[in-house]
């Protein structure tokens, strides 16, 4: 990976709302939280020439979005015995997008049967692309190129 001097810092910008809300002596709790939060500069090893010395760079290379939200059920549906029990539930959700990259893709991850994490323009981060083989003599077509 070859250095930037010119690197810079990662920032970023969110807001969140909800609510916790105790009802029956805060036996039963719900609580509710929605974000969002804008990521820019973002520090990715950008893939460079391989005729440089080295295959990345560091670079600010992405803007990026993420929008969510977190709700959680507590119960306590025996309390103050000696036998207690508490049921809790939790869902989430987490949307991301890259709105900008320097660079068409950028791979994050190592692979695992021909498969990367990858960054892609457009996509969310950690995206898992698949890479296969064209073989030749089928007539195969690639973007308007026949690879025979």
Known sequence: NQGNANIGTERTKEWEYGFDLGL?????ELNYTRYTSRSQD??????????SGNTTQSQNAALI???????ALNTRP?????????????????????????????????????????????????????FDFARCGRGLVIQGVNID
């Open 65 to 71: 979005r993420n929008r969510g939200v977190e709700i």
């Open 24 to 28: 029956i002596k805060d036996r039963v």
């Open 78 to 130: 025996l309390s103050g015995g000696p036998l207690e029990m508490d049921l809790n539930f939790n869902w989430s959700r987490n949307d991301n997008n890259v709105l900008r990259l320097a660079t068409e893709f950028v791979n994050i991850g190592g692979s695992f049967a021909g498969t990367e994490a990858v960054v892609v323009r457009g996509g969310r981060v950690g995206m898992i692309a698949g």
């Open 42 to 51: 973002v520090i990715f090893a950008v893939p460079i020439a391989p005729s």
